[in-house]
């Protein structure tokens, strides 16, 4: 079946990029389930188990149906580096997710969404993959529209936001690093290993890692109102089992750093589900920031689509 896809996106070279469009209008809505969710009295770190829990539970019998023979294939080295991803994976829920109770829906994803820039360097040291003039403007205009978006959401605060702005801006920082861990492993892997199976080791041990923590943490993990059970659920299967598994189909099609410059786009649409919802409000610098984004994120897919 993997083999398949390669002449899919041969003769469709527009398809990792809608598929990615696509992927971020879904995983916008992830901050507004968690802030619900954790209206609802759920704690952030059973958020982020349940959420790659019930996104493991529908992909098991998936996996083990259609790639069994695959699995069974897989080197030590597999098992080790998926289970890394799925470490880092786990890191950046619990940071990220954290963060959305301390301070505001954009604070939280601008500085969360600034990984392209560790990605790129480690991408350039590490794996001596060159950047495009292109790429390098993208992520200098994406950058500089999430710094505009924080400088922004800080001033609003100083009225009224989260519950302690720095605690929640260093975390949502935490999860940012972390998540290039993530999607660096995803992209060695993802060249050797389908998606069926890679997403399932990955969100597998991601899961594991997250429900170990909140069990030793002693956080609470069952006993929620039906309000909070459809969140966890609506964040298992829309941002993590779609939108997440979008991003990592494309990993095989785009480089690293392209996607991770798409994802700058999610605090445009998760700011206005939050403006719509929790009534954050905008100013015109965040505006400003919105569109500098966008202006990246063009610019990167130009230049990528160019090498």
Known sequence: ??????????????LPFVVLGVALVIVSSAAILIR??????????TI?????????????????????????EFR????LLGSAAGLFLAFHFA???????????????????????????VSWLFFREKLGVWLMIGIAAAIAGSALI???????????????????????????????????IGRRLRKTISLMPYIWLV?????????????????????FSGTAWGCLIGLALGPQLLG?????WALKHVSATFIAIVILGEPIGSALLAWVFFGERFAPLQLAGFSMLLGGIYLASRGEVRR
């Open 48 to 72: 982020a188990a349940w959420r790659l829990t019930i996104a493991a539970i529908f992909l098991c019998p998936l996996a083990l149906k259609m790639t069994s023979k695959e699995i069974r």
């Open 76 to 79: 030590k080295q597999d098992w």
């Open 203 to 223: 969100y597998s041990s991601a899961a594991m890692v997250l429900m170990i923590t909140a069990f030793v943490s002693g956080a609470t993990l069952t006993g």
């Open 95 to 121: 940071a990220w997710i954290s963060s959305l109770a301390y301070t505001s829906v954009a604070s939280s994803l601008a500085l969360v969404s600034t990984n392209p820039v560790w990605i790129a360097l």
């Open 1 to 14: 079946m993997s083999a398949s896809v390669p002449s899919i996106v041969t003769h469709r070279p527009w």
């Open 244 to 248: 997440h598994t979008a991003f990592n």
């Open 36 to 45: 619900f969710a954790q209206a609802e009295g759920v704690p952030s770190i």
């Open 150 to 184: 924080f400088l922004s959401d800080a001033r609003l605060m100083q009225g009224d936001g989260g519950s302690d702005p720095m605690l929640g801006n260093v975390l949502a920082l935490v999860g940012s690093l972390t998540v290039c861990g993530y999607l660096l």
